[in-house]
């Protein structure tokens, strides 16, 4: 069974930093595109992140640029979102993807097969 675990979460306040892991398991992802979506209340999932399976190249939206970085271990099967200068209107519950063809189309959900469980990110002002 493939399952794609998210943590580090948490409450943090505004211009702080989080960690997000995500580990899979069940089958490897080493040749997949992985990535980070968002949802927060009230709102449609948002693409946040993505990363090619050979992390040669990356991708985020407009909101994050700068302030986001999107890494993978491919030994690990992990993918991690490192957040910095964090805002309050990054305040989501944050969702990682993986699996799929690799398109290069890495903003939309259809891409991902498989999908993670969740992980809340507040930030306080």
């Known amino acids: 069974q493939v399952q794609l675990v998210e943590s580090g979460g948490g409450l943090v306040q505004a211009g702080g930093s989080l960690r997000l892991s995500c580990a899979a398991s069940g089958r490897t992802f080493s040749g997949s595109p992985m990535g980070w979506f968002r949802q927060a209340p009230g709102k449609e999932r948002q693409f946040v992140a993505g990363i090619r399976w050979s992390a040669a190249s990356t991708y985020y939206v407009d909101s994050v640029k700068g302030r986001f970085t999107i890494s993978r271990d491919n030994a690990k099967n992990t993918v991690y979102l490192q957040m910095n200068s964090l805002k309050p209107e990054d305040t989501a519950v944050y969702y990682c993807?993986?699996?799929?063809?690799?398109?290069?189309?890495?903003?939309?959900?259809?891409?991902?097969?498989?999908w993670g469980q969740g992980t809340q990110v507040t930030v306080s002002s």
């Open positions: 993807a993986a699996g799929g063809k690799d398109s290069g189309v890495y903003y939309a959900a259809s891409t991902y097969d498989y």
